[in-house]
C-alpha cells in the first residue's frame, strides 16, 4: 500500500513538472513572436496561467494582455464580473504600489480608491522633495516629436504612451486646467506607428485626441519622426520605465497620474 502510495506521488509529481516544462515552452514560444512583432517593448514577464484564455504580459511597468498565439494584442482592462474585481488595476498596484491611483479592491471604482502613496508623500506640500532632471536636456529635446496644448503660466511635459490608460485620464484631467502641456510620446506598449501618425497629421491636437480614444490615425504623409527617438532615448536615459511621467518646468518630476486636485496644489508651488 505504501509502495502504491509513492507511485502515485512520484506519478503526481512527473506531471506536474511536465506541465511545468510546457508552460515554460509555451512562454518562451510566445515571447519570441512578441519580440518579433514588438521588438522595441521589453518585455519582462509572461504569464498565461493568471486569466483563462488570455496571457498576461508585463513590459516593465506596463500591462496588456495577448492570445496565445500572440496574434491579438489586447490593451484595457480585465475585470471579473463575478468576483467584481478589477484584475488589471490589482495587478498593476501590485506591481508598482505608488504609481497607481483607482487600483481598488473588489467592487471599488476608480473614481472612489485612495490617493497612491507617493502623491501624499512627495510634493503639494508632501515631506520631501521630488525627483528632478535638467531643464537644459529637456529644452534640447526638439520639437519635432511634441504636441503643445494649452495655456497658462506653467508648463508640464508628459511622456505618454497613446495606449495607456492612466495618460488618457492625465490628458483628460490636463485639459480642464489651467496650464501649458507639452505632449512627448514615447512606444511602450508597441505604439510607434501610432505616435509617427499622430507626430505626422496636419493637426496634431485632434490627432492626439483620436489616438487616445483609440481612433485610427492616417496621416497620409512623412514627416521627420526623428524627435521620437529622441524622446525614447531621453526617457531611457532618465529611467522613465512607465508612463505618464510629468516634468514641472521647474525640473521636477512625478511617475504616474495624479488627480486633479493634486496637479492644482503642485501647479501653485513655487518654482526653485
Known sequence: MAGAALALTGSLAAIAAAA???????AATIKAALVKRLPKTEITTIDCDKIEGVCEVQARQNLFYIDRSARYL????????????????????????DMLVGAGGAGESQEGAAEPTQARQAGAGGAGPLPRIDLAALA??????????????????VFSDFRCGYCKRLHETLATLDVKVVERPISVLGTRPISEAVICASDK?????????????????????????ANEAFARKHGF???????????????????REFLETWLKEKVS
Open 20 to 26: 511545468h516544462a510546457a508552460a515554460a515552452d509555451d
Open 205 to 229: 491636437r485632434r490627432a492626439v485626441n483620436e489616438a487616445y480614444d483609440g481612433g485610427a490615425i492616417t496621416s497620409g504623409r512623412r514627416c521627420d519622426t526623428s524627435g521620437l527617438d
Open 241 to 259: 520605465t512607465g508612463t505618464p511621467v510629468i516634468v514641472r518646468d521647474d525640473g521636477a518630476v512625478l511617475h504616474g497620474f495624479r488627480p
Open 74 to 97: 489586447i490593451i484595457g482592462r480585465v475585470y471579473d464580473m463575478e468576483t467584481k474585481q478589477d484584475l488589471t488595476a490589482a495587478r498593476l498596484l501590485e506591481m508598482n504600489p
Open 140 to 157: 534640447a529635446l526638439p520639437s519635432s516629436g511634441s504636441v503643445v496644448m494649452g495655456k497658462g503660466g506653467r508648463t508640464l511635459t
